[in-house]
């Protein structure tokens, strides 16, 4: 198909008259942490209690007012660094060869990614002249982002960008964050803003990224947001003195009676989600005022579930349950038909796909994608038919520090295999989203089919394997105390052979600490290797 130019061309045409003559533009904001139902927006309209009681996100419901929420959106892995490499490249985590955070057997096997193709690169080898821009939190083994195609970035600072930087202005020197910009949230839309006004004035198509801090910890907030929140939360608790508004951080900590502290940091939390929520607010009116929202996607999701409860989901972020990797996501844009909602199963690596489909691209895309377009839902919700995949959706994750579950969706049902143990369960979860019942005994040959077809696909992208993840970091755990085993023997033979000892004693001091906490490390990195637990 792609060898034929008459088919590139039609569809370049349709696209150029579906978006009135121009290369449409994509805004992706994509939070941090953030729950299935953290925010006041359900993703199922006829479900309210989907939505968050007590957390106000006034403009993500303007947004899916004018745009089309997801019941059944996936990012690829429950935790940051592997949904962030996924999302660039269009690929599941198995394939891309990032699987979780400080993944030693990718680090084992120095994976590339220059090599793979970036959403930014994707869209300036349209040739339509896009002009790509990333703010906020990046993807550590990707490094600085202006390496993989885009144009504009805010890595200012002494490294590329990670959570550090939504604690600290210059984590290097532990520069605080001012106060009046909590987890960076204002100084983004500042950032973005300046990017749209200039693409106001060149004319140009752009794809921006805004990738939020917010909502990882440690949780900020503004102070007058807090007491909104504070004065709430007492008011719904029945508690009628007023709730203080001290952290456990502040110098006075202790002053907070204990019995409050949980509502002060439920007060926190929500201050923190509707100050995010006002961030995109802010970016989001500009759009419109610098009539750029006719023409622009705007996606709204998060790279994976949240801490806190994601109920009636089980799990939350690092688990491989729903709460863990059902997300909130919202789209807006042409020709996509306001207050909708898609039900069929989307995952983030469908993003590059569905851009290169949207912009009308003819170049090529790579063979070896996971995604396919999401056009067809975008347009014509529940009756768009998306393309066949080969497999359905993969979540592998053999991360050596947590639970360690492979999940796989096909059509309603969801397969999960604990990797230590081999345990297999199996969910309904179009009936079933709280996987309350396990179906992997009724259903053998459902569960057999299924597991064929996950390892077909395991296999074929060559993924990790749990036991070469747990041999991996245990290789690198060795050689580390190997390391500072040998600095304390050196150290100690060094002691009482020079006049000044102060160094010597400050190293040994320092590998020895070393060491007690690697030995303890390794010591549960055995125990995660041995355990069943699933919860």
């Not at 599941?92 to 193709?117: E, P, Y």
């Not at 790509?132 to 390496?147: H, Q, R, Y």
Request: charged share 25%; with cysteine.
């Amino acid at each position: 198909m792609r060898n034929n130019p008459i088919i590139p061309l039609a569809l370049t045409l349709a696209s150029l008259c579906s978006y009135g003559g121009n290369a449409p533009n994509f805004l992706l904001i994509y939070a941090d942490d953030l729950g299935y139902t953290q925010t006041s927006v359900p993703m199922m309209k006829g479900r309210p209690e989907l939505g968050h009681s007590l957390h106000q996100t006034p403009n993500l419901e303007k947004l899916a007012a004018r745009g089309m929420r997801f019941s059944n959106a996936y990012c690829p892995s429950p935790v940051c660094t592997p949904s962030r490499a996924s999302i660039q490249f269009g690929m599941t985590t198995a394939r891309v060869g990032c699987i979780s955070i400080h993944d030693v057997v990718m680090n084992k096997r120095q994976v590339d990614f220059k090599k793979k193709l970036s959403l930014a690169e994707m869209l300036k080898e349209s040739g339509k002249g896009y002009v790509s821009g990333f703010f906020g939190k990046g993807c550590t083994p990707l490094g600085w982002f202006k390496d993989h195609g885009y144009d504009v970035t805010d890595f200012i600072h002494k490294h590329p960008n990670g959570n550090g930087h939504g604690d600290w202005w210059e984590p290097a020197e532990k520069t605080p964050i001012p106060l009046d910009d909590p987890k960076r949230v204002f100084s983004l839309a500042k950032s973005s803003n300046a990017f749209l006004e200039k693409r106001a004035k060149d004319k140009k198509p752009f794809f921006l990224t805004i990738s939020h801090y917010a909502l990882h910890v440690r949780n900020m907030s503004l102070k007058s947001t807090r007491r909104k929140y504070l004065d709430i939360v007492a008011e719904r608790e029945g508690i009628e003195e007023k709730i203080p508004d001290i952290s456990k951080f502040d110098d006075n900590a202790a002053e907070m009676p204990e019995k409050l502290r949980n509502h002060w940091e439920r007060a926190n939390y929500a201050a923190m989600m509707e100050n995010m929520d006002t961030s995109i607010g802010m970016v989001l009116d500009r759009l419109e005022e610098l009539g750029l929202q006719k023409n622009t996607f705007v996606i709204f999701s998060s790279d994976n579930g949240g801490g806190a409860s994601n109920k009636p989901l089980q799990g939350g972020k690092a688990r491989m349950w729903e709460g863990g990797i059902r997300v909130p996501m919202i789209v807006a844009g042409p020709n996509v038909p306001s207050n909708s909602q898609c039900d069929k199963p989307v995952a983030q690596w469908d993003y590059l796909s569905t851009m290169h489909d949207l912009s009308g691209s003819s170049a090529p895309l790579p063979e070896n994608l996971d995604g396919v377009s999401l056009r067809p839902v975008l347009e014509k919700g529940n009756k768009g038919k998306l393309a066949k995949r080969d497999t359905g959706f993969v979540f592998h994750f053999p991360a050596f520090y947590t639970i360690p579950i492979t999940s796989y969706r096909a059509g309603d049902y969801k397969l999960m295999r604990h990797l230590n143990s081999g345990e297999i369960k199996l969910f309904n979860v179009a009936k079933d989203m709280g996987e309350t019942k396990d179906l992997a005994e009724s259903m053998p040959e459902k569960r057999k089919a299924m597991v064929r077809k996950l390892d077909a696909y395991l296999k074929k992208v060559g993924a990790w394997t749990m036991e070469e993840v747990y041999q991996t970091r245990l290789e690198e755990l060795d050689r580390w105390i190997s390391e500072n085993e040998k600095v304390a023997e050196d150290c100690k033979e060094g002691l009482g052979k020079s006049p000044d000892d102060r160094d010597l004693q400050s190293r040994l001091k320092k590998a020895e600490d070393s060491l007690e906490r690697l030995e303890e490390t390794r010591s549960q990195v055995l125990a995660n290797r041995s355990s069943s637990n699933w919860l």
